[in-house]
């Protein structure tokens, strides 16, 4: 109203005014109707030059107008134009029925910044788009049906002015209707270990198919087998397979595939952190008459840096047994010669003990066996 160059007291920005329509009053051929202050339609002959504006054409009310006049002294319309297509929809090449699929896409950018909503629709088995979300998240997911053969989306983006972008369509993607086979638990960081260890874990499979499960450490095969489905097994990564690995972050893997071919996969992580070790036997070996001298073989691997020591004692049923440091004989080969001649106990036998430091060895240190004999 304020930028109006038509003149009457009575037109203010706060009343309604009389204005034209485009429609002839059939009654009477040099009327107009048009519309009065209070809202109601009225007719009048147009020729007069009074009573309001007569309208070109009809807009719609999303049409903008600018605030100032052009160079020219008029108003002009400022056109909002459509959000740009969506870059691509995402959709996992299989499905599982029965479980859940994720779809994504890219983004779009609207030019005058207004605000995007996407559209997103589904087709299944050949089918029409039906839409499935109005969002304006990037991600969506649901349940994959069984009924579904294939299943294909599509996305658009829409203004807050109601403007709307072409589609961008995704491949068809297939159904799977056999289930992959499960592990029990959850991706996981089992921490710092210092020695050997087991972890339990349960394979099932929903179509009861026959499973064969790999076990696997920083890609190396530790065990292939067929599990009974639904029974605990362990995974257990001890002795060299434990001892020769470095003091470093390893990744352990479980993967369970199913007579189909559909696998899932179990990821386990945790860091070795040892400084040494101690190796000795259990029960000592059995003798009919007490030690004299032992030949002792540690099959091994201690780098620079690295300690490595070696006893033996011939008295290892008392309740403290003379151990004497046999390293040297090791190191060069030749027999140990003993020089204890206690045995309190009744029995005669030999034991031996091997202690590793890491120290500053940067490189795995191991024993990998302990043999010999004695006399």
């Known amino acids: ?58 807009l719609n009310s999303s049409i903008l107008v600018s605030d100032s006049t052009n ?37 779009s950018t609207d030019p005058e910044g207004d605000a995007i909503t996407y559209i997103l629709e589904r087709a299944t088995n050949n089918g029409s788009y039906t839409q499935v979300a109005a969002t304006a998240a990037r991600t969506f997911e649901e349940n994959v049906s069984t009924s579904w053969n294939t299943v294909k989306y599509r996305v658009k ?61 920083d890609g190396k095969t530790l065990k292939t087998h067929t599990p009974t489905l639904g029974k605990s097994v362990n995974l257990t990564l001890a002795g060299n397979d434990f001892t020769s690995l470095t003091n470093a972050a390893h990744t352990i893997t479980i993967t369970a595939t199913d007579s189909a071919g559909n696998s899932a ?61 046999c390293t040297n004989a090791v190191l060069q080969g030749v027999a140990h010669v003993f020089e204890n001649t206690e045995n309190a106990a009744v029995q005669y036998g030999l034991n031996v003990r091997v202690t590793v430091g890491r120290g500053e060895a940067l490189s795995e240190c191991w024993v990998s066996s302990i043999g010999g004999n004695f006399e």
């Not at 297509?85 to 983004?107: D, E, F, H, L, M």
């Not at 349960?202 to 790999?214: A, E, L, Q, Y």
């Open 157 to 217: 983006a829409r203004d807050s002015v109601g403007n709307e972008s072409a589609y961008i369509t995704s491949s068809p993607s297939a159904v799977i209707h056999n289930q992959p086979p499960t592990i029990s638990g959850q991706n996981a960081d089992l921490g710092t270990k210092r020695e050997g260890f087991s972890y339990a874990y349960t394979v099932d499979d929903p179509d009861g198919d026959i499973v064969t499960v790999v076990e696997k450490v």
């Open 265 to 325: 996969v179990r990821t386990l992580t945790f860091t070795k952190a040892i400084n040494g070790f101690v190796i000795y036997l259990s029960v000592p070996l059995e003798a009919t008459q007490q030690p004299k001298r032992a030949n002792v073989v540690v099959t091994r691997n201690i780098p620079a840096g690295g300690t490595f020591k070696v006893e033996v004692t011939n008295n290892p049923f008392d309740p403290s047994p003379a151990w004497e440091d």
């Open 71 to 107: 160079a020219k002294g008029n108003y002009e319309f400022q056109w909002n134009a459509a959000p740009s297509t969506p870059s691509g929809v995402s959709v996992p090449a299989n499905c599982y029925s029965g479980q859940k699929i994720a779809v994504s896409w890219g983004a």
């Open 1 to 58: 109203m304020k930028n109006s160059t038509y003149t009457n007291s009575s037109l203010n920005a706060t009343a309604a005014w009389y204005y034209w329509l485009r429609t002839p009053d059939s009654g009477d051929s040099c009327s107009v109707r048009n519309v009065i202050s209070s809202g109601a339609l009225s007719n009048g002959r147009a020729y007069y030059g009074s009573r309001g504006v007569r309208p070109l054409c009809n």
